[in-house]
């Protein structure tokens, strides 16, 4: 592991499942977190800085999902959304033969800037407080009702 690591974890991608050891195992892929030590700000505990993936077969690229219902209906509310949008992309990770386990990278569209706490928040839940590289940009969104958007990467 590099100086600038600081934490390791191996993740079961797809399965969940913990071996005796307490690390997480998976079918070939492995993953590094980094952290600069040196040189760069501290990241907050619900990121990270970069994770590195080795030994990963497929990628999959998501476009941005909302949180819409099946019938293409935004949730009312902020929650409403999230919870949709969580749903949505589990539905998109499941047609690939992957879970939420799989996601490496996240970017998070938000029409507003007060947004950021309750999607940071959903989206810990979302990964059980598994943290990856993230980004959180303030848009305007293609429709008003549109609240919050996500676009990830998954490697298996």
């Known amino acids: 592991m590099s100086g600038t690591s600081l934490g390791r974890w191996l993740g079961q991608v797809g399965h969940g499942r913990k071996c005796g050891c ?3 195992l998976c079918r070939g892929v492995e993953t590094v977190t980094h952290t600069a030590v040196d ?4 990241p907050t505990a619900d990121y990270a800085h970069a994770i590195e993936v080795s030994g990963a077969q497929r ?3 998501v476009s941005g999902t909302m949180g819409l219902d099946p019938a293409g209906v ?11 949008l969580w749903d949505n992309l589990r539905a998109i990770l499941a047609a690939a033969d992957m879970t ?12 507003d800037v007060d947004y950021a706490q309750a999607n940071a ?3 810990t839940r979302a990964l059980g407080g598994r943290v ?8 305007q969104t293609l429709s008003p009702e549109w609240l919050v958007e996500l676009e990830i990467v998954a490697a298996g």
């Open 121 to 123: 928040a959903a989206r």
């Open 59 to 61: 990628l999959l690229f």
């Open 22 to 24: 307490g690390l997480w």
């Open 39 to 42: 040189g760069a700000y501290a």
């Open 100 to 111: 939420v386990d799989n996601v490496v990278r996240l970017t998070s569209y938000l029409r």
């Open 132 to 139: 990856i590289p993230t980004t959180a940009i303030v848009v």
């Open 74 to 84: 935004a949730g009312a509310t902020l929650d409403e959304q999230l919870t949709l």
